[in-house]
């Protein structure tokens, strides 16, 4: 499975990336908002620091508009991906762009149905929103199972599932027991995954035990 992370925080990204885990980057223009920064330059840099795909967000709302504003964004690198709400002139617009060959992320994905039109207009990611989906007292999880089973009967599909909205790691060990592609995640859950209170137990023993022996290994 796939991580990405869902920040254009520069520098949350640079220390995930040292740990080795770091496949891709997720933005969306709350994020870019967050980060205080123009979009194209932000968006460069993580490019430039990340081999893996990094989705920009267009901001239009019609086609005509939402391609040019991808056609744009692509130009910032060949790993950038160009995410498309899930609206008719999303899919118009991820259609185009996908004829031209430019990578794209089909977002705010609510149901099977949306993410069959997404493959089908040549989506190379589907971002379901699982999160959002529990926040409104549906199960999140069940719209991952249904879209991992719909896109396995059809092996001319190759849009991947990016399980998006995620909150916990619990999210993220059901969306990987499904076979999901790909994760985007919080920086604040990947640090929880590490988390374990028999790690924390164990090392403070360890550690304890080794100092009664007066040693050092360098
Ligand atoms: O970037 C899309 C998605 O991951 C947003 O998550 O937590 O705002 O629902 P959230």
């Not at 996908?98 to 990611?125: D, E, H, M, R, Y």
């Not at 007292?137 to 849009?159: E, F, K």
């Not at 909150?167 to 990987?176: F, K, Q, S, T, Y």
Request: net charge negative; with cysteine.
């Amino acid at each position: 499975m796939k991580f990405f992370v869902d920040t254009a925080d520069v520098d949350e990204i640079k220390a995930l990336l040292e740990t080795g885990l770091l496949d891709g980057v997720t933005t969306n223009p709350s994020l870019i908002a967050k980060s205080g920064r123009n979009i194209l330059e932000v968006l460069e840099e993580i490019c430039d620091l990340v081999p893996g795909p990094v989705s920009g967000e267009v901001t239009a709302t019609d086609a005509p508009t939402m391609i040019k504003e991808g056609e744009k964004l692509a130009k910032i690198a060949p790993n950038l991906t160009v995410k498309l709400p899930l609206t008719f002139d999303g899919i118009k617009a991820c259609y185009a762009l996908s004829q031209q060959g430019i990578k794209t992320n089909v977002t705010l994905c609510f149901s099977s149905a949306q993410a069959l039109l997404a493959a089908k207009a040549g989506a190379t990611f589907i971002s379901p929103f699982v999160g959002r989906l529990d926040d409104i007292g549906s199960n999140g999880m069940d719209l991952i199972a249904d879209i991992c089973q719909v896109y396995s009967m059809y092996p001319d599909i190759h849009t991947e599932v990016l399980v998006a909205s995620i909150r916990n790691p619990i999210h993220l060990m059901e969306a990987a027991k499904m076979g999901a592609d790909v994760a985007t995640i919080p920086p604040k859950v990947i640090h929880q995954l590490f988390k374990h209170p028999l790690t924390d137990a164990g090392l403070e023993a360890f550690l304890k035990d080794w100092e009664g022996t007066g040693q050092n290994i360098l």
